[in-house]
């Protein structure tokens, strides 16, 4: 679930362009990308979702478009962050490479504002979680600063 938020001029919101299926029953400042279910055997039933099944993991991605504007134009770029919502020990989930914690990380230093900026979201899920344990609960959080 992703809220998008005005502070001050800047806004962040899914683009378009995003391959996993938004729903758009969200709250007013929400939004979700499902990527619907999966599974070690039967992969992915939506087409927008790729899965690779290595000996120890199955690993999931799906590629994502963020829209950031500076509706003032008092800059063009910022810095784009990213954490998971809660501390997640189980799954290893990455936002263009680069691992999330529940403290933000930098996921990319100069985003160009008014454009839309293609994103690639990978969540890794050990062989040895049970179909208990399987589901993915957590929220990926974004933060962007100018720069």
């Given at each position: 679930m992703?809220?998008?938020?005005?502070?001050?001029?800047?806004?962040?919101g899914?683009?378009d362009?995003?391959?996993?299926t938004?729903?758009?029953?969200?709250?007013?400042?929400?939004?979700?990308?499902d990527i619907?279910p999966?599974?070690?055997?039967?992969?992915?039933?939506?087409?927008?979702?790729q899965?690779?099944?290595l000996?120890?993991?199955?690993?999931?991605?799906?590629?994502?478009?963020?829209?950031?504007a500076?509706?003032?134009?008092h800059t063009?770029?910022?810095?784009?962050?990213?954490a998971?919502?809660?501390?997640e020990?189980?799954?290893?989930?990455?936002?263009d490479?680069?691992?999330?914690?529940?403290t933000?990380?930098?996921?990319?230093?100069n985003?160009?504002?008014?454009?839309?900026s293609?994103?690639?979201l990978?969540?890794?899920?050990?062989?040895?979680?049970?179909?208990?344990?399987?589901?993915f609960?957590?929220?990926?959080?974004?933060?962007v600063?100018?720069?």
């Open positions: 992703m809220r998008k938020q005005t502070e001050g001029a800047i806004s962040i899914f683009a362009i995003t391959k996993g938004q729903t758009g029953r969200e709250p007013v400042g929400y939004a979700t990308l619907g999966v599974s070690y055997g039967l992969g992915a039933k939506s087409p927008r979702t899965v690779r099944r000996a120890d993991r199955l690993v999931v991605t799906t590629e994502f478009g963020l829209s950031i500076d509706n003032s134009l063009a770029s910022a810095m784009l962050l990213a998971t919502a809660y501390p020990n189980v799954y290893t989930v990455s936002v490479g680069v691992r999330l914690q529940a933000p990380q930098m996921v990319q230093a985003v160009p504002l008014g454009r839309t293609l994103h690639r990978q969540i890794e899920i050990p062989n040895t979680v049970t179909e208990k344990d399987s589901q609960h957590n929220n990926i959080v974004f933060q600063i100018p720069n």
